[in-house]
């Protein structure tokens, strides 16, 4: 495995921005997104990419059996240290494991699992390409395939809410960019992802916006109140869930399921 280069970003990633209006958003609505298609607890999920558990603990603590895969020790740490928040029995079923991505099915030793999650990991791989190819491996028969990812369609939304006239001009066909953690990042479209998902044997199912408002008020400088967190997120959730709301969204959710045969 490579340096880990996340070191000098755990604090900021795990503690800071999941402590904002905008984390709550994205933890609530992808878990609100994942129980729609989700078989019944204790079947099984990966997390590749997991991070510090954010997404892939409260599904521990709803009675799934959690693997959670990351290839940055610096983020593992961060991982441990929330476990212990949990309840002893939703610890019992969280794993953590180290390793990249692209050797997830070796990392888990064969295993495959109901579902498969990776949230906000194609964005820094120049090519996603397999990564997928472990995704759909990794993926038992029927299971689900849940992956977040930058919204290629809407990269205008950021540098124009934060009056960047001329590289809101020049973003409209741009594939990338330099994320809100200081890290280059590139973007996907649903149709291109699924395209992808389909070579794969993973079918989609149904995809979803995560940020739309919380975004557009953040980049225009509009401080958001954690008072308002909940009432917040469950207007994000509707949006999420409609068009053409879900199309504007800066970053979107793509739900396949795993060919049976």
Same mark, same amino acid.
């Given at each position: 495995?490579?340096?880990?280069?996340?070191?000098?970003?755990?604090?900021?990633?795990?503690?800071?921005?999941?402590?904002?209006?905008?984390?709550?958003?994205?933890?609530?609505?992808?878990?609100?997104?994942?129980?729609?298609?989700?078989?019944?607890?204790?079947?099984?999920?990966?997390?590749?990419?997991?991070?510090?558990?954010?997404?892939?603990?409260?599904?521990?603590?709803?009675?799934?059996?959690?693997?959670?895969?990351?290839?940055?020790?610096?983020?593992?740490?961060?991982?441990?240290?929330?476990?212990?928040?949990?309840?002893?029995?939703?610890?019992?079923?969280?794993?953590?494991?180290?390793?990249?991505?692209?050797?997830?099915? !070796?990392?888990?030793?064969?295993?495959?699992? %109901?579902?498969?999650?990776?949230? /906000?990991?194609? &964005?820094? =791989?120049?090519? $996603? +390409?397999?990564?997928?190819?472990?995704?759909?491996?990794?993926?038992?028969?029927?299971?689900?395939?849940?992956?977040?990812?930058?919204?290629?369609?809407?990269?205008?939304?950021?540098?124009?809410? !934060?009056?960047?006239?001329?590289?809101?001009? %020049?973003?409209?066909?741009?594939? /990338?960019?330099? &994320?809100? =953690?200081?890290? $280059? +990042?590139?973007?996907?479209?649903?149709?291109?992802?699924?395209?992808?998902?389909?070579?794969?044997?993973?079918?989609?199912?149904?995809?979803?916006?995560?940020?739309?408002?919380?975004?557009?008020? !953040?980049?225009?400088?509009?401080?958001?109140?954690?008072?308002?967190?909940?009432?917040?997120?469950?207007?994000? =959730?509707?949006?999420?869930?409609?068009?053409?709301?879900?199309?504007?969204?800066?970053?979107?959710?793509?739900?396949?399921?795993?060919?049976?045969?």
């Amino acid at each position: 495995m490579s340096e880990d280069t996340w070191a000098g970003l755990a604090d900021k990633f795990a503690d800071e921005a999941y402590a904002t209006v905008k984390g709550h958003v994205r933890t609530h609505v992808l878990h609100q997104q994942l129980l729609d298609h989700l078989p019944a607890p204790p079947a099984t999920v990966l997390d590749v990419g997991g991070g510090a558990g954010h997404q892939s603990f409260p599904l521990a603590e709803a009675g799934y059996d959690v693997t959670l895969l990351d290839p940055s020790p610096a983020m593992l740490a961060k991982a441990r240290q929330r476990l212990e928040r949990l309840t002893a029995d939703a610890q019992r079923r969280v794993t953590l494991l180290r390793a990249d991505g692209e050797t997830a099915f !070796e990392a888990v030793g064969g295993r495959r699992f %109901a579902a498969v999650l990776c949230h /906000g990991v194609l &964005g820094y =791989l120049d090519d $996603p +390409g397999p990564l997928l190819d472990q995704l759909a491996r990794c993926a038992e028969p029927g299971g689900v395939v849940s992956i977040m990812t930058g919204n290629g369609h809407a990269m205008a939304v950021r540098p124009a809410m !934060e009056r960047r006239w001329a590289d809101a001009l %020049a973003s409209f066909d741009a594939t /990338g960019e330099i &994320g809100v =953690l200081g890290v $280059p +990042g590139r973007a996907d479209t649903v149709e291109e992802l699924s395209e992808s998902l389909r070579s794969r044997g993973v079918e989609p199912v149904d995809w979803y916006g995560v940020w739309l408002f919380v975004d557009w008020l !953040e980049f225009a400088g509009t401080k958001l109140d954690l008072a308002d967190a909940d009432q917040v997120a469950a207007v994000e =959730l509707e949006a999420s869930r409609r068009d053409p709301y879900r199309a504007m969204s800066r970053v979107f959710h793509l739900v396949g399921r795993k060919e049976s045969s």
